[in-house]
């Protein structure tokens, strides 16, 4: 770090500081050293908004913190003290998420607050709040994608800033720039998927025999399924995961509830062990294609697959998608059992690409 | 195509105009008014280098082929004929391969010669003549990557070319790009995968309950086995791929002739049974990972997997590649059931990425 000085300086506003949002400012801090030797960068966080444990901003006058940033150690500790609240007055602001948004000093958004997957939103407003500053952005909220890509991508053209989005499936593995980096001149043809892990732990228990209360109470403390797990088990997650999936590959233009969707609801311990009977096995298979008339089908939908099949062996919390395109055929990236760290790491890549390409 | 005289012309050299090279030169033909969209570029050929075809050389002093190449069809029809020589006086030559990568005129150097899997030569000489002259390089060859990737990596950076080798593991499904281009800071410390078809096809015909010699009458047929299949069998192909792979990923510096290889052909019907009464099945795996004092252990084995393993799902041509790293985890990549325009496309893919990077 001795040329600290010749360092380009990346501000980042961070909207959220959940469990991936602390990853990630765990992954910054522990990766200081190689962002400067790699990419000449240092990248500090100069605001943060979150729910219920305040809203930091810099710029205040503080010579120190507008060199540095925010004190991310501080951060991380105070969220994890008793009151579970910001406490470095320096910082500390009553200026709202959208005013940091409009007015606070920033490179990059990172948007991380909670998915409202019925609208998309306040997530895309804070989006198209960065942009209209000339300010990048990287979502690690899929509402934007599957409710507004189009005129979030146009927008981010328009304004000359990058707009990324790994993390919105699979976290950090590569999807979206795998196709964007590697599969150059190939034409999606179609995608699928198994995307949802609420839904793949359950119904693998219920093959295995579990009772349905107990698989969701070991769900709950395994933390993969949520209080109110309605989103994932009536099929809403994986389809608005299918849905950012061909809005950025195929340029589909759809939103979530245009998806032919059927949840696994009431799937029943007796229809699995019929289709095991067969050699088959039940998953909540994604999938799009594109019609005759151009426009694209998306279908999330409980599919028997063959037992000898790939997807039979996407087991507990991995997942799996697979791209055909018409010069690589069909191709398959898996994700295996992820931790907080892969979402993480999804932000954490995205705005290394924004800093280095 | 009206702003032709905008295009930056680029020239290709051909080392080897078989099954692959000539899906490659279709691929280009069928891509050239995207290439010029896309890139404002224009890919000529403009030597063709074969074993028993003839050379093609352009630069003889006939102005349109110094501006329009090699005629790229007439190379093609030319090899259908019943002679399977090419034809074209303009351009017919009697330079040698060696000769072409020293004195043609061209920017990126295709080799696509056969692989000589014990020493990787002359293919890494003729990507050492194109790098000396300040020539890039895109090989489909492996032999070069598992045998001297080091040096030419070094070579290629001092001489401020580009080295492009997708297409040597996996045709051209992204594995080395997926590294390079999607897991910024990302640390490889595990690799594993199912490389080579031609075992793969025998292990499942013979666990399927079919005879040797029916096997490799049938695998020959269908173009998996090839006509002296011990290469394969006895695991020298999943060596120098495994060793690609861990050369390029994990910086390992290893030659195929360093793996702990051991190949199926002890492996009997027997065995396979046998593991079938355990709920398992045998596949040949490669793998590699990191000792205690630095250096990459290799090992190419026939090795037992869970019949509900992905693994075992891995069925005749499709592969796998497994990549653990240290903020990632592990992720995995299949390729389904490639056919040559897979491989095709691993070169076209390479080429353009030289074009547009």
Known sequence: MGNEKNLKVWKLALLGFGNAGQAFAKMLLDHEEEIASNYGAKVIVTAIATGRRGNLVCGSGSEATDAEGIDLRRALADVKSPAGKFTDETVLTSMTTMEIV??????ILVEMTPLNIQTGQPA???????????????????GPIAWAYRSLRDMAKEAGVRFCYETTVM?????FNLAEHTLRLAKVTEVSGILNSTTNFILEELAAGAEYEDIMRRGRERGFIEADPAMDIEGYDAAAKITALLNVLMDAGLT??????????????????????????????????????????????PTEVDRSDMLASIDSTTSIVSITTDLMKKLSVVEHQPEIEQTAYGIFGDVLRVICE
């Not at 000339?134 to 690690?140: E, I, N, S």
């Open 256 to 301: 979530p509830d245009q998806v032919d969707r059927k949840g696994i609801e009431d799937i029943t311990e007796g229809d699995i062990q019929e289709a095991a009977s067969r050699g088959k096995v039940i998953k909540l298979l994604c999938r799009g294609w594109r019609n005759a008339d151009g426009t694209v089908h998306a279908s999330v939908q």
């Open 124 to 142: 895309i407003d804070h989006i198209r709040g960065a942009f209209r500053r000339g300010k990048h952005a990287v979502t690690a909220n899929k």
């Open 102 to 107: 409009a007015q606070a000093d920033y490179d």
């Open 171 to 175: 976290d950090g593995t590569p999807v």
